[in-house]
Structure formats: C-alpha cells, structure tokens
C-alpha cells in the first residue's frame, strides 16, 4: 500500500553543461599567436636560404669570368705572342743561353721598328734558323764603328746596355743601310753574328720583338725597349 507521504527524490529539470578540459581551451590571443608564427615560418625558411642562394650566384659568376679571362688569356698567347728559346750569349747581359722569352709577332704592323727594339728574325742566310739582335740603323742610315763606338750618321750611339767587358774595340764601316733593311747587332760585342758579318736583315726577314722573359725565374719580367739615343 503506497504511503502518500513518502517523498520521491528531486529530479533536475536542468540540461546539462559540458566543460571542456582546460588543455582544450583554445583562446583568442593563442589563436592569433599561432597564425603569426604561420605567417613567419617561410619568412624565417627565405632568410636562411638567401645567402646559400647568394654564394652559389657568386661562385657562378667567379668561374665564369675565371674561364673567360682563361680564354682570352690562350687567345692572346697562341695569335699574338709566340715562346722562344734563346740560344748562345749574343744578347748577354739582357738575355742569357737557354733563356725563354716572349715575343711579339704584330707589333710591327703598328708600328715602326725603333732603333733599340730587341727582335727576332729569320737569318738571311738560312730561313730555318731565327737569330735576336738589338736594331742599330734604320733604313737609309750609315753605320760606323771606330774602335768599338758606334756611329750613325756620325753621330755616336749612346749604348747603355753594353757592358765594358762585352764591347768590340775593333773598325767597320761605314755601310749605307739599303731602303726597308735594318742593322742589327748583340749586346755581346766580341760574340756576336750580326750585321757586320751578314750585313743589314730586310724588313720581311724581322717577325717579333722580345717583350717578356719567363724562365728562368730570376729573370722573370719585361723586356722594354732601351733606347739607343745619338748626341
């Protein structure tokens, strides 16, 4: 039998509430931290790749230009200068025996041989063979020497590469140089095969001037024209 004063327990009319975890919580300023560090995570990728980037774009260009500097670098020795081996103590003190030098084969298409230019010709006696002398007369001009001084024209030949041990105190001449020859002699006056034995070398015969010794080392440098100047 029921009892009507019994009470039943309380029942709640409330819906419930469901609380995420506190480590779900996700709020509006983590939200936006998270979105700039999306933003910045390829900026920071780009700076760390711009100066590999950059070194590889340097290395390029650097062969590049090395390989070119090479090339012209062949060009120019292979067409416009040529190795020679010096052979005997003709032109000592400037040159020595088995001295290699440079020499330049179209300098004289642009311009005149000069008395003092070192250069090298065919000898005139047999094309195989190539000798190297220092120009004395030009073309049209008379040579004499008297006692080892040089005259051209008479006047003397000021010859500051001519050791007094190397001079030739011995006569010759006077010779006319003819039209387009040249009259060449070594610095080594008592060892020299030169004009005064062969007489003047035709301008066709002179194929280059000495422009640069290499080897040995010690002698490594330019070989500039000395001038031969008269007074």
């Given at each position: 039998?029921?009892?009507?004063?019994?009470?039943?327990?309380?029942?709640?009319?409330?819906?419930?509430?469901?609380?995420?975890?506190?480590?779900?919580?996700?709020?509006?300023?983590?939200?936006?931290?998270?979105?700039?560090?999306?933003?910045?995570?390829?900026?920071?990728?780009?700076?760390?790749?711009?100066?590999?980037?950059?070194?590889?774009?340097?290395?390029?260009?650097?062969?590049?230009?090395?390989?070119?500097?090479?090339?012209?670098?062949?060009?120019?020795?292979?067409?416009?200068?040529?190795?020679v081996k010096v052979e005997g103590t003709s032109m000592a003190?400037?040159?020595?025996?088995?001295?290699?030098?440079?020499?330049?084969?179209?300098?004289?298409?642009?311009?005149?041989?000069?008395?003092?230019?070192?250069?090298?010709?065919?000898?005139?006696?047999?094309?195989?063979?190539?000798?190297?002398?220092?120009?004395?007369?030009?073309?049209?001009?008379?040579?004499?020497?008297?006692?080892?001084?040089?005259?051209?024209?008479?006047?003397?030949v000021l010859e500051p590469y001519v050791p007094p041990q190397?001079?030739?105190?011995?006569?010759?001449?006077?010779?006319?140089?003819?039209?387009?020859?040249?009259?060449?002699?070594?610095?080594?006056?008592?060892?020299?095969?030169?004009?005064?034995?062969?007489?003047?070398?035709?301008?066709?015969?002179?194929?280059?001037?000495?422009?640069?010794?290499y080897w040995p080392v010690d002698h490594f440098g330019s070989?500039?024209?000395?001038?031969?100047?008269?007074?």
């Amino acid at each position: 039998m029921d009892r009507p004063d019994e009470k039943q327990p309380a029942t709640s009319t409330s819906p419930e509430i469901s609380v995420p975890a506190a480590s779900s919580v996700v709020t509006a300023s983590q939200m936006a931290a998270s979105v700039r560090n999306a933003q910045l995570a390829p900026s920071a990728t780009t700076e760390r790749s711009t100066p590999l980037h950059s070194l590889r774009s340097e290395i390029r260009v650097w062969t590049r230009d090395l390989l070119i500097a090479i090339g012209l670098a062949l060009v120019i020795i292979v067409f416009l200068y040529q190795p020679v081996k010096v052979e005997g103590t003709s032109m000592a003190p400037l040159l020595s025996d088995q001295e290699r030098i440079f020499i330049n084969k179209f300098v004289y298409r642009f311009e005149p041989i000069q008395r003092g230019d070192v250069v090298v010709f065919w000898y005139p006696f047999d094309h195989s063979k190539s000798f190297i002398k220092r120009v004395i007369g030009l073309p049209g001009e008379t040579v004499e020497i008297r006692q080892g001084t040089v005259y051209v024209n008479g006047k003397i030949v000021l010859e500051p590469y001519v050791p007094p041990q190397y001079e030739d105190l011995s006569d010759f001449g006077p010779k006319l140089v003819d039209k387009d020859c040249y009259f060449v002699m070594g610095d080594h006056r008592i060892s020299s095969n030169d004009s005064r034995v062969f007489g003047p070398v035709p301008i066709q015969n002179i194929y280059g001037r000495a422009v640069f010794a290499y080897w040995p080392v010690d002698h490594f440098g330019s070989l500039s024209t000395t001038d031969a100047d008269t007074k």
